[in-house]
């Protein structure tokens, strides 16, 4: 069982940054590939950024490339996202993910979210 929390949202005017913290409880975030979606108000979640467990390899939405960048602290059991110059289509609820495939058996976890909310 892994357990999620997020923190770091909050208000931030167009053009500034944020960055959003995953802590892990239970088993290490090492373990898992780890990831960050986002939900705006009456839209579906989507994918904004992940990271593997090996390598790590990175990936980006098309629409965060280039201003976002997802990192890992293995030894703080540790996700971030830094957002830079963030824009209001940015808004919304930032959820914490991780998959992991042990054995045959595929775990995958969620975060509760942590808004952020960009004014123009």
């Known amino acids: 069982q892994v357990q999620l929390v997020e923190s770091g949202g909050g208000l931030v005017q167009a053009g500034g940054s944020l960055r959003l913290s995953c802590a892990a409880s239970?088993?290490?975030?090492?373990?898992?590939?780890m990831g960050w979606f986002r939900q705006a108000p009456g839209k579906e979640r989507e994918f904004v950024a992940r990271?593997?467990?090996?390598?790590?390899?990175?990936a980006y939405a098309s629409s965060v490339k280039g201003r976002f960048t997802i990192s890992r602290d293995n030894a703080k059991n540790t996700i971030y996202l830094q957002m830079n110059s963030l824009k209001p289509e940015d808004t919304g609820v930032y959820y914490c993910?991780?998959?992991?495939?042990?054995?045959?058996?595929?775990?995958?976890?969620w975060g509760q979210g942590t808004q952020v909310t960009v004014s123009s």
């Open positions: 990271i593997t467990r090996i390598g790590p390899i990175t």
């Open positions: 239970g088993r290490t975030v090492s373990s898992y590939n």
């Open positions: 993910n991780g998959v992991a495939i042990i054995g045959l058996t595929r775990y995958e976890y």
